[in-house]
Every structure is written in C-alpha cells, then in structure tokens.
C-alpha cells in the first residue's frame, strides 16, 4: 500500500528522480523482460497507476535510461589529436573509472542489454560508434607521428572499456578477490593508478605523477 501522505511530500522531480533510480535497480537486475512496472512501482513507493502517470511505459523508460549511458559515454571519448597522448588517456581512463564507481547499476543495465543481444541497443549505438572512430582517428594519427606504439587502435580502445567497466560491471568478483565487503568503499585511488599507468605502458608511454593522481 503506497503512502500517500509521503508521496504528497514529494515534489515532482523527487518522484521522477525515484523512478529513474527504482528502474535502474530492476533493469540491472532482471533486465528488460524481467523488470516489471509493478516492481519499478514498488520500488519508488507508487502504485502502478501512479507510476503510469509519470512514464510512457516499461520500455520507453529503459530506452531513456540506456540513451542517457550511450550519451554520457559518448561525451566521454577523445579527440584531442594535439594533446598531450598520455595526458588525454590518463583523464580518459580516469573518466570511465568513475562512472563505473559512481554508476555502476547502470553500466551493469548497459552490459546487461548487450549480452542479451543488445535489441534495443542497437538502435541508438550509432553516436557512440562514431566517436569512438574519431578517437581511432586520433590514436592512428599519435601512432603515425611515433608519439605512442604501434598496436591496434580499435582493440586498445575496447580493451580500455573492457577494464574501466569490469570495476562495476563484475563488482561481486572484484570485492570477493580484493576482500572488500559488500557496501564497503573500494580504494579508489590505488585501482585508478594501476589502470593508468597499465593503461598507458601499454602504449609505450610513462605516467606522471599527475597523470596516476
């Protein structure tokens, strides 16, 4: 039974910003076919017919939440071909480590989408491929110039995603092999050092003091 007195205390971005983060906890979850509105409902203390006034449906809303990934992530790639390329990894990696630590049932609603087949994903990869080409772009043009090593622009960038994301996306085991409990803070500091400078090592470049900060 909903409250209703509290959900009359509830402004209306309050109640929008529940259901955005009662959503993300059931898509992260069950995904899209498992989540169902009345457990969304649930989790935002609404009733069904509540929650229906605030979204369109089940499926419009996990769309919206995966757009918001596809767009956050999109701002956060490269393309400054003048940089400094250890500088611009370094703030890079740096970037997509702290959304894994910040966002991390997100991303797992992300990885969860893609290794269901990515039906929904694929219609709205289209912006984040076409950064992702420019920052290939300007990882050519670095090792063109001999300003990193040689290696394959479009596997180092993957592998990139590959680690920054398995800091959220495979959490149980990180904290299980790290002994860190549930709840408990990982050390940030210390997996972001090693992130970048393994990071930019394997491109032949050696990590300052401020870079590994």
């Avoid at 457990?39 to 203390?45: G, L, V, W």
């Avoid at 990882?139 to 063109?144: G, R, V």
């Avoid at 092999?177 to 940030?188: E, N």
């Amino acid at each position: 039974m909903v409250n209703e007195r509290k959900l009359a205390k509830r402004s209306r971005p309050e109640i929008q910003e529940d259901i955005r983060q009662a959503a993300i906890q059931e898509f992260a979850l069950h995904g899209l076919r498992g989540a169902t509105t009345q457990s969304i409902a649930e989790r935002a203390q609404l009733s069904k017919a509540q929650l229906h006034y605030y979204i369109e449906s089940k499926e419009a809303l996990y769309v919206e939440l995966l757009q918001g990934v596809v767009d956050e992530w999109s701002r956060e790639s490269f393309g400054q071909r003048d940089g400094d390329p250890a500088h611009v990894l370094a703030s890079y990696v740096k970037r997509k480590l702290a959304f894994s630590f910040d966002q991390p049932l997100l991303s797992k609603m992300f990885a969860n989408e893609l290794i269901s087949g990515a039906e929904v994903l694929r219609s709205i990869l289209t912006q984040p491929r076409t950064r992702a080409g420019q920052a290939v772009q300007t990882l050519t043009q670095w090792i063109d110039e001999g300003r990193i090593r040689a290696l394959d622009p479009w596997l180092f960038l993957m592998h990139i995603w590959a680690v920054t994301q398995h800091y959220a996306d495979f959490d149980v085991q990180v904290r299980f092999m790290m002994r860190v409990r549930a709840g408990q803070p990982l050390d940030r500091a210390r997996i972001v050092r090693e992130v970048v400078a393994f990071v930019l090592h394997g491109c032949g470049l050696t990590p300052s003091e401020d870079d590994l900060a």
